[in-house]
């Protein structure tokens, strides 16, 4: 940090022993002339006297100077005279009535009376800030003869801007506020914090995708952001690297945030002809893509060849799958009416999924109901199967099926970033201990989709990769890393998962919230309210109900701004995405 | 010897020889006013005379040697009027209390009196001292001009808006029932303050916060100017600064506070309209827009100005004034008082996280604003709508000052809770001191500057007319 930083506990008390000096010093001048006066009379109202310097002295010393090792004379001078106007309503005014057993007034004629003590609390304060201003300009003085050297700053490096790595980074913020030692640098490949939840609303047209993602400089903004991609982490030599020509940055402490990217077993062609739906990217091109298989499929004249062009297939059916399914049905369903040659029996949604229900995470009579939901509305459920391969074409399951379709949208399985999966040495998550550490890398600490953290109340277990668990590890990774550069042990990560929520598309959701479950609309409304309030700011949150606002007066948007007509893949790594 | 050690001391001697020349004119100001108080003999008493020549020449030895430490005391900020003028009155001010209060009785071998009874003889003494101030601060400019001197002649726009501003605040406060003060002569006053205001107060666009703390201390100083000086002087060919006559003129002193506030006010919107309209160069357009971090700021002015109204309950409760602030929504009892008086404190702070938001920079800035804040509440809110809105009759009189003196420490406690308070919650989230770069270091340090500067000597002036004029006018 380049400003001066606030006085950190050390240095306030310091400044504090400054002005009690100052405070005593004026004390002595103003109290021997409010003797002279009769104002100051007996070892108890002098003792009383020394008390009310003392603590005015402490709280000039510690309330001025804006951090700053120097303040100017006329600065602290006002400061103490102001102090002292304030200690005289709250003294003299207040507390002398009260310790003589009246209570307090503060009438004008009270005032009038101790009038003689405003004078010499004001001159007393005045005094006081005018010594503390030299004072402190003389131990400034020194310490920069002795050549002292500034505060050291402990460096911090976040890799990851999802969900855990800005939780991590806005911790720090606030304990750096509260004087923790520390230069907080976060690498991110995105500049953006993007709201997963909400991502198959964008791939669906319902909401714009600007509105659910939120600037990391906005989000963490005192910490230093750097945009751009690691390639490489050096735990001997504590640096890491930069993608391209932008260097390398060294750490005292790497907190590892990187998230997870899709992974596809290396089925045969799945990786080709997928659409994945992990960022911003993925959903817009995916929603541009479905309207412009309407317009293909408006003029196409062969039944088989539409029903082609419409039948959308979506492996795994966790959240991610669930969600994008009926949101993909609410998407082509919601626009067909602007294309007169498709009727409704044209398109066709699969779902494919190795178990016999869908949704695993919730309770089976939930998975039951969502099911039924989706299978009322005509959307297959393929139980039990398997993608095998993947074509332009068509999808082929492990029972010999094959479906012909355009449009395969893979979210049946992510692996961590290849960053951490590099670390670990396995392409595995990374093992950490309890306390976030990385195992067997000093000074490396992993949090989010890209770690594998025990939980402790469960032996053998692990915590799952879902948002809600990246948001609490981040807090605690930057507390743990702050406690150990105080030289303490840093405390285990304990949490109970809240509950969960998945929207089933149109008006419908279903979940569960410390145990109790929810189902239909009101689900549907619980989903919103949560989440709306979970988007990360208020303007994010006012625009994303204006689109919702929007979508119950106007139809969804057909315009097509990209040429979205094959999935594109990088290794854009995402966190979390619940 | 280092090159930075020699130009401090060129700058130093610079400063302390424009500072005395400064005292000249200064002394040269008061001891006129003195000869005709004639209290000259006075300073006289030092060296054992009564002399009033030796008095003047005395007095004026001691005017160059402050005014010799005033420019040593203030080279270190910008030198421009705009901030100068306040820093000269505030010095003014604390030599008022240590001069004739305190140093001229030990130097004479008398007694010190801090009594309320020996102040209010000393009354002319204050004025004269402010005037000295304020003259020491112009004239200290003046010298300067070309060293460290920053500032700018306003743009004609400026002065015409300030025109406009003050005029049409005058007229709006003649519409008060029971205003004291002429419509013309208020109406003249309010344009000549309002043409004033840019011309003394030139240079960048600031917050509305600093603006309206800064329109309350310049109301004050019209107060002195016109009603203390020029009026007595245009009508009896005297001073009007005896105790006497500024009890006879006191009724008109919230007045003054209330145009001054609102013509700073009303300017500093009118400029920010003006640019949101009209400035094509967004350079210029320093305000952040409210949706940025407003509602999180609003969130914390309603906590702060809870804990600060809760420290004002305590004063109420005792003097028992909460049943009056019932009848304002038309209820009674002492519940309804303490809900209504909670609303509002919360609304309160609401408007003071609108106009004061970054603009503390520690805590005793925090308590400086809100201070400044409580004290302009006071004016308005307890001078003014409280005995309009509760069915009363407004009187701004000497007796009215004395009655409401509980309510004004209530409202000074109001204001150090919620600027102290509302200074913490917000260094939590937005810890200005937390760079990342030389050159945003460098950006919020001119920022402090710009908003700090004069920022001390408005806060304490404002809490020395809050505290001691109430008790010097309305009598010991």
Redesign the interface.
Known sequence: MHESTPPPRRALRERAATGVVAGLASGVVVGAVMAFQDMVVGAPAWFGYVIYAVVLGALLGVTTGSGRSRSPIAETACGGVLLGCVGWLLYSLTLVPLLAGTAPTWSAASAVASYPQLVGDLLQGGLAGALLAVLLSLRADRTAGAGSPSRPLVRIVIIGGGFGGVSAAKTFERLAVRGAPVDVTLISDSNYLLFTPMLAEVASGALEARHISAPVRASASHTRFRHGRVDQVDPMARTVRLAGEAGTISYDHLVLAVGSVPHTFGLPGVEQHAWTLKNLSDATRLRDHVIGLLERAEQERDPAERRRILTFVVAGAGFAGTETIAELYDLVFGVIRFYPAIGSEDARFVLVHPGDRILPELGPDLGVYALERLEARGIEFRGGARVAEATADRVRLDDGDSIPTTTFVWTAGNRPAPLAAGLSGTGRQLPTDAQLRVTDLDGVWAIGDCARIPDPSRDGEHYPPTAQHAIREGKVVAANIVTSIAGREPGAFRFRAIGVLVALGHRTAAGEVRGIRFSGLAAWFLWRGVYLAKLPGVEKRIRVLFDWLLDLAFPRDIVVTTDAKAPVHDDVVVGSDR | MSTATVTDAILHRRAAISGGLAGVAGGVVFGAAMAVFGTLPTIASILRTDSAVVGFILHMLIAVLIGAAFGL??I??RIRVRDMLF?GL?YGA?WW??GP??LLP?LQGM??????AH?ETLLPSLVGHLFYGATVAGVFVLLQRGGRTTGRVPAVGAVVRGAVAGTACAALLTRVPNFQVGSWAWLLTGLVLGVLYPLIFTGRPEPTGPALARGTVYGFAAWVVVELTLQPLVRDGSLGWSRTDAAAVAGRLPGYLLLGAATAVVFTWLGLWLRGLFLDDVRKIEVEPP??RG??ATAYGVLAGIVGGLLFTV?MV??GALPMVARIVGGQGTSVGLVVHLVISALIGVTYAVLFRRQS?????G??WG?SYGFFWWVLGDLTLLPLLSGGTLSWDTAT???Q??SL??H??YG?GLGAVYYWLE??I??W??????I??SR??AR?EQV?SAA??V??LT??VA??L??LL???
């Open positions: 005391l203030v270190r900020f820093w505030v604390v209390f240590l209060q305190t030990l007694p010190v009196d801090w009594s309320a102040a949706g940025a509602p999180r004063v005792l003097v920079f520690d805590v005793l800035s308590i400086g201070v000052l004395a009655a003196f509980p420490v209530g000074l406690a150090t260094a939590g937005d810890p001191w937390m760079t990342r770069s030389g945003e270091a919020v340090t402090r700090l001390p000597a806060w304490v809490v020395l505290v001691t109430p008790i309305t009598g010991a």
